[in-house]
């Protein structure tokens, strides 16, 4: 609702009764490997607030996000506990994350010395994470620098700025959790904590898996997973992740703005790029690719409006895309869903996914645009 008196035009309604069940699930599953609730980039376009505090009420032992700003915003909203972050470039605010409680991530030598002046600046010791690159060839000291990271990071120990808690990799093809990749990074990785431990540092934590691992690579868990498309209910590897019950957690609806008939020979939408065979009805969805609707859509994706799927008709627009509703009149004002958890027979992020060739991460996290979030469930505040 968005005054409570009409239903939305559209909206992004997110069930918080989902995300507390899929951490309490995930949780489960795992352990007796602590949990990394992961609720960057706005908790996938889900809420970082609102996820990162049902993250927290239902087991998430620690929550992770990529920026130095992300972390200083959840600690703003109240948040409190083990929180990390892993993505920063040289002269990003450390002061304010150091200050804030937030473990980090190091990568480079000249990293550490940021960090650890920081620290010493803020009168606190530094938490860590250093992070081996496995094989991603992202972030991460490649196992040529590896030994003089963690030697650096000794160094800096003495000295009292730092301390290096934390060991950590990030996979490469974890969605297959056969490819030679995974135990390819998996010794590389054993070796990196090996080298760390024989540098004198004494680690608290050692973390590979996100989602798929989590779930598919029980011997990759280590002594923390870092979970994030599973706490959202979406599959980290459609078609072979086992139904361990996650739900998802996303809904993106709305209301019809006009319906129509038109004739055969109708063209549809920029360049007419549908032309309507045979006469037909059609209804206007007031979202476009300004909400993250990708222009892709069409041919291809689904929404499910007056109890039935309706395939989008030509080019998604700005604020606006059509969809043949094939003959039925369902009133202008009638509820659409664009996806769902699929319950009802709507489309789920992950068929839209795959109508536009990417993966169900992309299109969650891209949605939002003009839409207000609306938050239901009995977890919400
Ligand atoms: C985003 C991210 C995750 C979470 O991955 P999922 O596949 O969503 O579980 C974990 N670790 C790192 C380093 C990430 O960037």
Avoid at 258 to 280: L, N, Q
Avoid at 329 to 358: C, I, K, M, N, Y
Avoid at 365 to 370: D, F, V
Wanted: hydrophobic content about 45%; glycine content about 10%; charged content about 20%.
């Amino acid at each position: 609702m968005t005054d409570g008196a009409h239903p939305a035009r559209a909206e992004i309604v997110v069930d918080l009764d989902a995300v507390a069940h899929n951490v309490a699930t995930l949780r489960e599953v795992v352990a007796p490997a602590a949990l990394m609730a992961v609720v960057k980039a706005d908790g996938y376009g889900h809420g970082m607030v609102e996820v990162a505090r049902v993250a927290r009420a239902n087991g998430a032992d620690w929550l992770g996000v990529a920026t130095p700003e992300e972390a200083v915003a959840l600690r703003a909203s109240g948040d409190e506990g083990r929180l990390l972050c892993w993505l920063a470039a040289p002269g990003d605010p450390y002061d304010a994350v150091l200050a804030a409680d937030v473990d980090v991530a190091a990568y480079t030598p000249s990293q550490l010395n940021e960090i650890a002046a920081a620290a010493a600046r803020a009168g606190v010791t530094a938490r860590v994470h250093l992070k081996i690159d496995t094989g991603l060839s992202r972030g991460g000291a490649t196992p040529e620098q590896w030994p003089d990271l963690c030697a650096h990071a000794r160094d800096l120990e003495r000295a009292g700025s730092v301390r290096a808690v934390a060991v950590w990799s990030h996979l490469v093809a974890s969605d297959e959790p056969d490819h030679p990749a995974n135990t390819d990074q998996s010794k590389v990785f054993d070796w990196a904590v090996d080298v760390a431990e024989q540098a004198g540092l004494q680690l608290e934590a050692r973390h590979l898996a996100n989602s798929a691992a989590a779930v598919l690579r029980p011997d990759l868990r280590h002594d923390m997973v870092r979970c994030g498309i599973a706490v959202y209910g979406l599959d980290p590897a459609p078609g072979v992740t086992p139904d361990i019950g996650l739900v998802p957690a996303m809904t993106v609806r709305g209301r019809l703005a006009m319906v129509k008939e038109v004739p055969a020979g109708a063209g549809v939408s920029y360049g007419h790029a549908w032309v309507a065979p045979a006469p037909t009805t059609l209804g206007l969805v007031p979202v476009g690719y300004a909400e993250g609707i990708p222009r892709a859509a069409s041919p291809g994706a689904e929404v499910w409006v007056d109890g039935a799927r309706r395939p989008v008709r030509g080019k998604v627009c700005m604020d606006q895309l059509v969809v043949d509703l094939d003959g039925d009149t369902p009133a202008p004002g009638s509820d659409f869903v664009l996806f769902g958890p699929g319950r009802e027979g709507e489309p789920t992020a992950q068929e839209w996914a795959e109508a536009v060739g990417t993966i169900n991460y992309e299109i969650v996290t891209r949605i939002g645009g003009r839409m207000p979030r609306r938050y239901v469930g009995k977890d919400r505040a």
